[in-house]
């Protein structure tokens, strides 16, 4: 032990020296600095306050400035819609905002949810659905990133609370009204059940999910495909009698949904434009301005099926949910006919799995162009090479994460100042004899106190590699 408290290593220096020499051998000496460089920036509470609040500031006259806000649309079409249905007689799938030729597009139990609207004014309801979409948010944040949120305190508060509303299908999502948080909430709350043993609930988030909103349906195959039979059976049963529910109480709105408003994607709005960012979307843009193959289509979702099955089946091979869910929702919005960019709220998963493997710069890379708005720069014309790679950025993100997302368990090194002395060249190692023994215990205790913050990469010899399961599902 030497003076300053580190461990003197039998091979020569300290195990923090050594550790150091090797990373620099590595080529890390420059992350090394950088992560000193921005330890020191950040050393204070009032050098942290100072931060956030420059970073609240350009967050403000970014959001001012620089999105498209959306005036509430989404809602005034549910709000219109269950008005017109409740106080006017009027039909769910007749209803059309005026100036337009947008109306109700969602199953029929997504109007019956609604229904409360009717008892509130317009401007009420975009509270309550501010509200609701903050508290959903709230959900979701919690499941994908709460302990480490909860080890950051205030500051890792104050930082995701200003990241978030540059992430543009979050503004879109709340500018529109949309749905898709609350869904993406109930989803993720069928995750937490099944990763904490509550298997007898798990499926019900999932099955209202998909009977509001179809593209959710994928994830009961993803219960299937993890034989999670009684989750899947639930969310089944539960999708069933709610669309039941709503038969009974709309039949002719449910006739006409299963028979003709369902398989009528006009109704929503154009392939081509610009904000579809489904491979439906990137083939109609392609295409236009006729119409896209269907056939071509088909194949191109049965493929993409193809790799989100193979992809999945490797992450819960290793036991890994929470790649498993993010996987599903990145395939969801590929084979969707239509995911307009405030659905892609669906990839936040798979940030939280970047963040999990330590892939920062990828995740600080990636989330930076979905803030960007960059696809509405060819709003008017996304025609050549460019038009082609540009306008479908936002899939190209989808689907390089689908391909690529990492899976399976996170190396994790412990801190180097309060691993245990490495064995001597030559000693014997109880653990290689007795996998069960002493070592294991040691492992299963530095792994309690390992500090997710360490660096990756470090040489076995040096520090014991501490493997951490996997969490299960978000």
Known sequence: MTADGTTKSPRGGTVRSRVRRRYGARGHTGDARGADGVTAL????????????????????????????????????????????????????????????????????AALGMLPMALVGLRTAIVLALLLNLAALAVVVGFLVGPALRRHGWFGLAL????????????DTFSFGQVNLVLLALVLTDARLLARGHGRWAGVGIGLAAAIKLTPALFIALLLLGRRR?????????????????AWAAPDASRFYWTDALWDTGRVGRLAYVS?????????RLAAPGEPSRALWATAVLLVLCVWAWRTSRALAADDWAAAFALTGLAACLVSPI??????????????????????RIAAALYGVLC??????????????????????????????????????????????????????????????????????????????????????ADPNDVPQVRRAAPGPP
Not at 230 to 246: H, I, M, S
Not at 347 to 360: G, M, Q, Y
């Open 372 to 457: 960007s708005s960059v696809v509405w720069l060819w709003f008017d014309d996304a025609s050549g090479f460019d038009g082609f790679l540009g306008s479908n950025i936002y899939t190209w993100i989808t689907l390089g994460l689908l391909l690529w997302l990492p899976v399976g368990e996170a190396v994790l090194p412990g801190p180097a100042a309060a691993a245990p002395v490495p064995p001597a060249v030559g000693a014997r190692r109880p653990a290689e004899r007795h996998p069960g023994g002493r070592r294991a215990r040691v492992t299963r205790r530095h792994r309690e106190a390992a500090d997710p913050a360490s660096p990756s990469g």
């Open 160 to 171: 995701t609370a200003c990241l978030l509303p540059l992430f543009e299908p979050l503004r």
């Open 276 to 284: 579809n960012q489904s491979v439906q979307g990137v083939l109609a």
């Open 42 to 109: 950040l050393s204070t509470d009032r050098r942290r306050l100072v931060l956030v609040l420059l970073l609240a500031v350009t967050v403000g006259v970014f959001t001012a400035t620089v999105p498209l806000l959306r005036d509430w649309f989404d809602l005034r079409v549910y709000y219109g819609t269950v008005d017109a249905w409740i106080h006017h007689g009027g039909r769910i799938y007749d209803y059309r905002v005026p100036g337009t030729t947008y109306g109700f597009t969602y199953p029929p139990f």
């Open 230 to 246: 009684r989750a899947a059976g639930v969310a089944t049963a539960v999708a069933g009698a709610a669309t039941g529910l709503a």
């Open 339 to 360: 995911t307009w960019v405030h659905h892609l709220v669906w990839l936040l998963p798979s940030f939280a799995v970047l963040l999990r493997h330590r892939r920062l």
